[in-house]
């Protein structure tokens, strides 16, 4: 009852792709219930001031308006405010975040007004006429202004700005640092950066004859939606129904629910009849949760053959004006104890302090904390390299742990599966040096490379509607031999249908053609936490292989030597369900390696090479995994060459359109050569790793590093991203 064709290993193509690239795809904006209403919503045009009136009498009597929401009148509909974070170090403060603001707001497009009409352009309209009059605040905007003494205070009641403190330490950097033969430090910005992912945020309500609640919902955790809704709303979850459907990237952003979609589903829970609202691009800018935005003053203390004893320093990170649910994390469980990446080192002291701000809530972007810890120590590690006069290659080697060490506790307590990090670095030397790369006359050529670790995998140790931990998933095999896969770990983008569907059929030994996946629905798929933090295929996929081993133990109590679907047929068909437990997390890795040319007269980065390689473990289809690498890398590229959400000192964004804020273009990008080395789980039956996020943790310090190499025989050291021409330009030509 196996395979006798193995298929995990294989390149399929995408089953998922013909109807997404032939228009066929269906979004919430595709989906037009008929007498379904249309909702806007007024925003803060100020970053922070007291709210003194609101008043909605002329837009509640504008053509079309069915319904004008305040914040009172939602309160009165009993929408409670959206959860706060959990699991928050003691002290910590953790405001309620409400749905529509009352009292104060705090950044400059927080909800404040919910208008319903039959129409779109109608709700637009009639929002132009309501009237609220502010009373304007000073506002604060980066980590380190609102951590600081007598910063402008955004929550009533608090003594500052700081939301969390957490100090990690290990040994005695203080006296590591005494005998050091070196010591390199930085001060290091990852600044803040929109997700503008393909298609903005959304929502399509509406109320079954029997009352239950039916919400479409462009979000990467159906169930999760679900269960914060039922809290929000007061409602039963059962009594809600929560649907993705496809979904146009989410990147972290699209995983909590936010409170203008909230607005929305209350409105049409109040009204009985179906309420959309599609957020507009300008607004994606404003209210779609924002990434990064840290402030690193590290150093590390070097002995005199280039190892690593120390790293000690503080990291302020900015929430934007409330907490979304896993930003915390992001710092606290990924940015710090992940700082010290793949390197043994000893003695550790790092504060990392939380600060809000009137900017735009910040939320998980794609590697969420992964990212930023590897900028940093990678930045520093280039650094050493530059001071001890060792290759930055020599350093990385001397101070990786040794595959024999695995599994390996690092100096933050978190324990490492298993790598084999040298021989990824080995294997990207060599490619970078079978080709040799020549920059134009003229211009500066720079080589950088960086080395990472990306945890995944994560299962949060919360109990599902059964009371149990871990994502669930069933399989059953009718008796005409068909297989259908429900699995509650959702897909936007990833290659789910088709990563699951190779799974069960190697697992089950049927063809991959007659397997069938189901997700994204509350009603119709089993339990999960959602994809986020690369653990789909770990959670999802460990589920799965449970459940197919259930209904092969189901079809072995035939007792007779048949398939699988011989046994389906005897039996009237089988049916299993399972669940992933909580296995520990797993560490991916990875070394990748940018090859840039320079030009000293107009600043210019032109990107020549990019080469990439990964450890994910066992590798279920590799053609997915290279396309997970090539949209990272293209994500990790915009943050250093390109991207951020700026603001000037009233606290308004200076980019609110793609006309203001760069990303990434298809021409931008070079052939990106990506390899793979593999190291198996032992946590999972699968020895599969999360790996969604590696291109965004591991080639933005890569290319910082090469854009450095480059400027090296102007004296340049650092640089903060995004490295602009003009930014390039003035460290070459007016270095003060």
Request: charged letters at 20%; one cysteine or more; proline letters at 8%.
């Amino acid at each position: 009852m196996t395979a006798e064709v193995r298929l995990i290993g294989e390149a399929i193509v995408r089953r998922e792709d013909p109807a997404l690239l032939t228009g066929r795809g269906r979004y919430v904006d595709d989906v037009a219930p008929e007498g379904a209403l249309h909702a806007f919503v007024v925003r803060s045009p100020l970053a922070h001031a007291r709210i003194l009136s609101v008043d909605v009498t002329e837009a509640r009597e504008a053509p079309g308006v069915v319904a004008v929401y305040p914040a009172a009148d939602l309160a009165e509909l009993g929408v409670g405010p959206l959860p706060g974070a959990e699991g928050l170090p003691p002290g910590s403060l953790n405001p309620q975040f409400p749905v529509l603001a009352s009292g104060k707001v705090l950044w400059a497009g927080q909800p404040v007004v919910l208008v319903v009409a039959e129409t779109s352009e109608q709700a637009a309209d009639a929002a132009e006429l309501v009237m609220v009059d502010y009373d304007e605040l000073p506002v604060v905007i980066g980590p380190l202004d609102a951590a600081a003494d007598g910063a402008p205070v955004l929550h009533d009641g608090a003594d500052s700005n700081i939301a969390v403190r957490k100090r990690i330490t290990t040994g005695d950097a203080a006296a590591a640092f005494e005998s050091a033969a070196y010591r390199v430090g930085q001060r290091m910005v990852s600044q803040r950066i929109a997700p503008v992912a393909l298609e903005p945020r959304g929502v399509l309500a509406s109320v079954a004859a029997d009352g239950r609640l039916d919400v479409r919902l462009p979000t990467q955790r159906p169930h999760g939606s679900r269960a914060w809704l039922a809290k929000i709303l007061g409602m039963p979850p059962a009594q809600i129904h929560v649907a993705a459907g496809d979904v146009g990237g989410g990147f972290g952003a699209k995983g909590a629910m936010y409170p203008d979609q909230v607005a929305v589903i209350a409105a049409a829970r109040a009204l009985g009849r179906p309420v959309k609202w599609i957020e507009e691009r300008s607004e994606s800018f404003l209210a779609t949760s924002h990434g990064r935005d840290q402030v690193a003053d590290l150093e590390v203390a070097v002995d005199d053959g280039g190892r690593i004893t120390a790293m000690r320093g503080t990291v302020h990170a900015s929430f934007g004006a409330y907490f979304t649910p896993n930003a915390p994390g992001s710092l606290l469980g990924r940015l710090g104890p992940m700082l010290p990446q793949g390197y043994q080192i000893g003695h550790f002291d790092v504060e990392l302090t939380g600060v809000f701000a009137n900017t735009t809530p910040i939320g998980p972007y794609r590697g969420a904390g992964r990212p930023e810890g590897a900028y940093f120590c990678e930045r520093l590690v280039d650094l050493v390299a530059l001071e001890t006069g060792i290759d930055p290659a020599e350093v990385r080697r001397r101070n990786f742990v040794p595959a024999a060490q695995f599994p390996y506790t690092s100096c933050t307590g978190l324990t490492y599966d298993s790598g084999d990090y040298q021989a990824g670095l080995d294997l990207l030397l060599e490619k970078l040096a079978a080709t040799e790369t020549q920059a134009p006359d003229g211009q500066l050529l720079g080589v950088g490379i960086a080395s990472f670790v990306e945890p995944g995998g994560i299962t949060p140790p919360i109990p599902g509607p059964d009371g149990t931990v871990g994502d669930k998933a069933t399989v059953t095999i009718s008796p005409d031999g068909k297989v259908t896969v429900a699995v509650g770990t959702s897909a936007h983008g990833q290659g789910h249908e088709t990563a699951f569907a190779q799974l069960a059929a190697d697992l089950l030994g049927v063809p991959y053609e007659d397997v069938t996946v189901v997700f994204g629905d509350s009603d119709t798929a089993p339990f999960g936490y959602g994809t986020f933090g690369s653990r789909s295929a770990v959670a999802g996929g460990s589920a799965i292989h449970y459940a197919c081993q259930a209904a092969l133990e189901a079809a072995r109590r035939v007792d007779a030597p048949m398939s699988v679907t011989e046994a389906a047929a005897r039996l009237g068909g089988i049916t299993a369900t399972a669940g992933s437990g909580a296995p520990p997390e797993t560490y991916a890795s990875g070394s990748y390696a940018c090859v840039v040319a320079v030009d000293p007269d107009t600043g210019r980065v032109t990107l020549l090479r990019i080469v990439a390689v990964d450890d994910c473990g066992v590798v279920i289809n590799p053609l997915l995994v290279e396309g997970q690498v090539h949209g990272a890398i293209a994500q990790g590229l915009g943050q250093a060459l390109w991207e951020e959400v700026a603001y000037d000192d009233a606290g308004q964004p200076m980019a609110a359109s793609l006309m203001d804020y760069a990303v990434p273009f298809a021409a931008s990008l070079p052939p990106i050569e990506s390899y793979l080395v593999c190291t198996p789980s032992p946590t999972n039956p699968l020895g599969v790793k999360g790996m969604g996020e590696s291109g965004t943790i591991g080639v933005t310090p890569a290319l910082v590093n090469a854009v450095m190499n480059a400027l090296r025989p102007y004296g340049v050291r650092h640089l903060d991203m995004p490295l602009t021409p003009e930014k390039i330009w003035t460290a070459i030509h007016d270095p003060r």
